[in-house]
């Protein structure tokens, strides 16, 4: 059989805490997969407690919908369909010294689809939609088309007769920071102080 490789729509049907090789405590937990050409096929993750890791295994315990905060009791870690991200890993086997490969969980994510922090509820979702109605009416209707800018000028021909000239690009080898006709800037109708630079 090949060795699962990619991201599989899951859901857990089982889990216990245990001890790793090293004799560090683990926890198991069987999934089921639940789509695709490898739907029934059975895949186990372990989570771990070291001080890098613990944050991420209670929170995948969550992601399936564990709510408690007793690891002796994993209730609710069926109720959801997860995402998990299996890896193959090639690894050779004690007995017969052959190279085989087996999928390894590294991640186990919410399901598809949007991944929103705190998703709102489908009342504040209709009340901020009707907050916005005005804003979004305002920018006009996906079926009306748009006007279309008007480009700039390609060339000082085209300004109007005693209009400022754009500035000068700066020179990035020069090391001063310098304002290109900073008297015309200061000295304009309108302006009636100079400023020191």
């Not at 096929?41 to 991420?56: C, I, L, N, P, Y």
């Not at 088309?145 to 390609?154: G, S």
């Not at 754009?166 to 302006?191: K, L, N, S």
Request: net charge negative; hydrophobic share 35%.
């Amino acid at each position: 059989m090949t060795a699962l490789h990619g991201t599989y729509r899951a859901r857990a049907v089982s889990g216990g805490l245990g001890y790793a090789g090293n004799g560090t405590e683990q926890l198991a937990v069987d999934f089921v997969i639940t789509e695709g050409p490898n739907e029934g096929q059975h895949v186990t993750w372990w989570g771990f407690f070291s001080d890098k890791a613990v944050d991420r295994t209670i929170e995948s315990l969550r992601i399936c919908g564990w709510k408690g905060d007793d690891l002796c009791d994993l209730t609710g870690i069926t109720d959801n369909d997860v995402d998990l991200v299996i890896e193959a890993e090639e690894y050779e086997d004690r007995r017969t010294g052959e190279i085989r490969s087996i999928g390894k969980v590294r991640w186990v994510n919410r399901a598809g689809g949007l991944n929103l922090k705190d998703a709102m509820s489908p009342q504040q979702a209709r009340e901020f939609a009707a907050r916005m109605r005005g804003r979004v009416a305002s920018l006009g209707s996906s079926k009306r088309p748009m006007t279309p800018m008007t480009p700039a000028p390609a060339n000082n021909a085209a300004r109007r007769p005693g209009a400022p000239q754009p500035a000068q690009a700066i020179d990035p080898t020069d090391d001063i920071p310098f304002v290109y006709d900073a008297t015309e800037f200061c000295t304009r109708p309108g302006r009636n102080r100079w400023i020191a630079w």
